[in-house]
């Protein structure tokens, strides 16, 4: 990308209207305008490029990001981190154990006593179905009343890190690697795309990714397909969403209850395990009575139940059904590999190989499109102010 | 507040006099001069007024500042990262355990060994008496050693983040708020104030803020009330710098064993539970002795002595007390909120709900105070770096 | 040291071929070559040069350092946060836990999931011989195949905080110690050094100290003499390594069962206890093999080997055969003081106490030590960057 790119990017990401991202926060990708989705994939590109050209994008002289982790996470913990630091952010971790659920008076009053000089907060709180992004509203809300009170000086951005409903910065970083890798976002009208379940021997794996790949995927007139063993149905309301994105963008949205039918001519795939919805609301719902032997009993079923389609494996054999047998492999890793980190499981290792490096770069955009989310809700003119940062040019190192 | 107020408060900071605190720490209130007592006030909001303004206080381009905390804490961890994060100090945690006292050689060497490139170190330990504060002294003493004998490069400064006798961040933020509230530090003369012990359903809770706000309330001519029922006394030696403050200032001080009379035409009211300072000195005994049978007596003990005065609750009625029937209600938070966070506790929620905005901003200002401190003890005139940072007028958000 | 001689030793440093170093990591002393340890010590020195005159080193506006401590380390961990944080990155640790052993493509896709915008990877992995050095180094790999690959958009360069074989920031900070202490590295030559084993109530410390020195002292020329009971000998490839070095420099190196034939006439004594070496490869088998009782078994029997030894304590009188009875003593701290921090250790109190100032300061020299080998790998003209560093004369603290 030459400078005439980087400028002809800014003029092009002048023309979106992200207004109503300023001093808000980033929690369903299907909240958020197609503008404002197009923005943010143009502010990770242009960071990205500025960054790649050694010109640093630190916006903030002081300021904390505030991290909370309902549920350990390497990868996310350093996407929010690296994220943060692009931005000049220093990470403040709020530790409040994983198992306790706060409420009401704890959440707003928390929220706000961490916040006093906290530019953003991310929060990972996907355990519970019903609970994860309800809580991220409860947090959301406490400081924006704590700003327009006068309590807090800045308002802070709240981004979600994964909830039990949607994993934005997932899905926006994967439909990044889409963009790159077939060369615009207008080359996605009209790709078939397998968002597939896929055999694990681990149970109660989230949801968020198959709901936020269906989400977010029917919005740019792809054709997606969402194929899953009967049973491991994910949100009827994010299956109705998807469907009503697919109606606007000119896509599809159907389900399918076979793999091979699913990656059929596909050129994407994403082959993933995930558990039933109804299975984790009933996890909840044992949770919340604290019934520990239901909880176990539960575990067993499922385990069970998922044993029954261990057939459900991206194989060699299903890859050559794919578009010129050569669809683009997709995990949000770390993926459990038959032979390699599991006996069985959800992918061939020869597969995996193949698309190391692919997965890789997948991986890599996260903390662009974090950083990306946090530019916007703070600026309203983001164009100008990354204009002024290329002019800046203030180097990274020395 | 404009321009000229901003210069108009460095011109006030200049009169000052805080060469005592250059390269000083901040262990007691009481150990500092009014001089150095008003300036913390000044550079505090002066450092506010900056941020608010959108101008950076950013006055170190590298450096560590390590936090020792022996006890669990979110407030004052955030609160210290914020204060550091404020002047450009990247936070080190020194992550000791809880239980573990260290002395002599330990407390030497690992002062000295965290401290190559640490501007400042925050203490929090309070959790027994005689040790907390020893405890900071002991590593004021080693690295100003340190310093001398041309190990470190720089002086850290200690903060005594809370300690068995005093909390002085937290008694200052509070101060500051009053004097935000009531238009002015001059305006505290002859305002009444009670420290009142409240009832809560746990025990052991730390004797550093009563006997704060006694230590440094008492300076401004405030007429401090200290209520408990009888045997909550605080420490004897908090109590007679109480009374000396008192005497010297033109204010008052004096216990009582009613909430009722302490509230009676109270300006302020700070009701707030502590266990019995003859309690904790026993409770430290036993844990030296490691009597764990003797610990589980003693907090038996303890809380059934609580019990016996549940009726210390701050109610609308007792408010109704207050002069006007508006008295400004305090406290550290969290607050223990009958029918919210547990069933009977220091306050009603009716009253608790009407002054949380308060209580937020009470405490907002605990960054502030924090970076004051540490900005005091690391320029020796503070106000012309202050007048520096104005004039630069780099900005933190771009 | 003034203007003139930053300059000086700029100019020497320029004359030094550190282009290996560059985009590399720092592992084992040994694979360096004799101009990039005199670089590292060269930049050490500037850099503390640099900040000394309250100039800042920042050379990165943004960037993290990741730290990985496979086992708890309070001094290495500010050494290496001190360190990033006087160039400008932000530590993120990644807290993996203590007993997994990661390997293949784990260790690949977290190395690089965690380095999108990691500049540093700092390790700490002496718990086990045969893999401390070996992950280090799969680490490495996977992150230069990253780089190659187009991952990431920058070379993560490793060091070496501590492994099985080495402990290169250790012993390199000595050095630099007996470098200003002796007033250039030529005044090492002909020195002679016991690295001596002493005794320790404990058991297990690592071999790494005693093999780093040994690999070390003996490329200037120096007389090293190893000196332990039978039985605990280093490991024999180390041996020969600083057999080979002190051919190579004329120096001198040999093993002694004799802690005062040691002592006699030594300028520098260095008395540690460690644990034989084939105890270890032992104790990794048993944990290889999960065998709880033999590694019960092994503590047991090592703990009274050690109890055979007592007498191997660094006393006055020992020091008073070393030359002109004033040999500079060292230790890596914090060392086992009889009377002090146990029964019967290491050395004797008084020992310790005369020479405690000399031992802090010789810590203090690691945070530089680190530095400098970053500097050295992301610079391929490091001379040329404290030349930039020193011209610009940002200040550190305003």
Known sequence: MNTQDIQEQIGQLSQLNTE?????DFLLTWDRSQDEINAVFKVAEILRQLRQRNISTRTFDSGLAVSIFRDNSTRTRFSFASASNLLGLAVQDLDEGKS??????TVRETANMVSFMADVIGIRDDMYIGKGNAYMREVAESVNEGYHEGILEQRPTLVNLQCDIDHPTQSMADALHLIQHFGGINQ??????AMSWAYSPSYGKPLSVPQGIAGLMTRFGMDVVLAHPKGYNIMPEVEQIARKNSEESGGSFRTSESMAEAFKDADIVYPKSWAPFNAMEKRTELYGNNDM???KSLEKELLAQNARYKE?????ELMDLTRNKKALYMHCLPADITGVSCEQGEVEAAVFDQHRNSLYTEASYKPYVIAAMIF??????PADKLEELYNRQHIRIL
Chains 1, 2, 3 share one sequence.
């Open 20 to 24: 109503k991202m300023f001093l808000n």
């Open 100 to 105: 306790q659920i706060a409420h009401g008076e």
């Open 188 to 193: 996605l009208k009209g790709k078939k795309i």
């Open 293 to 295: 032997q239901g909880i």
């Open 376 to 381: 916007i809700a703070k600026f309203s003119n």
């Open 312 to 316: 459900w494996e991206c194989t060699r």
